[in-house]
């Protein structure tokens, strides 16, 4: 993940699909989207109760490398350990090796249903993490606006909401 962020920093002509758009990230990218509407959330298989976030201090987090809640967690002290993927963030689960998997809201029964395993039930959920396409910096901005033009004209028709129905189940 962290090298497809980077590749669309770096090379003219790429993009990277699903991307959370960050004041972090903001002038990083030319954004096209909302694709996909999405949230930060937590999972576990343990029977963890959480009331705020501050009780995540007591767990060990697990999460994709590159993901834009990394620096937030981090910032308010929370133990977190960096993924590839979300399919070994999900073993990590599954292993115990991490006490929570944060991830979008989108991923977890994906990955679950990937892979054949039961999925981990959701225990909190922060944050709008919607996700965009980020292009890299030199992108045409008449690119970037016909291409949102079209998600704009895709969602009126609904054909987005469809198929992210059909995705999540």
Do not use: C
């Not at 009780?55 to 350990?81: H, M, P, Q």
């Not at 396409?133 to 004209?153: G, P, Q």
């Amino acid at each position: 993940w962290q090298t497809a962020l980077d590749n669309s920093i770096t090379y003219p002509g790429s993009a990277t699909l699903g991307v959370s758009r960050t004041p972090e990230r903001e002038k990083l990218f030319r954004w096209v989207g909302p694709i996909a509407k999405n949230y930060i959330t937590f999972y576990s298989y343990k029977n963890i109760k959480l009331t705020k976030l501050a009780d995540l201090k007591n767990y060990t987090l697990g999460i994709l490398k590159g993901d834009s809640a990394i620096a937030i967690l981090e910032r308010k002290g929370f133990t977190v350990v960096l993924g590839r993927d979300e399919t070994e963030n999900l073993m990590k689960l599954r292993e115990g090796k991490i006490d929570i998997w944060t991830t979008g809201n989108l991923t977890a029964n994906y990955i679950s249903k990937k892979i054949n395993v039961e999925a981990p039930k959701a225990i909190g959920q922060t944050g709008d993490a919607s996700l965009y396409i980020a292009f890299h910096r030199d992108t045409s901005d008449v690119l970037i606006r016909k291409l949102n033009e079209l998600l704009d004209k895709l969602n009126q028709e609904e054909l987005v909401k469809k198929l992210s129905v059909k995705y999540r189940n």
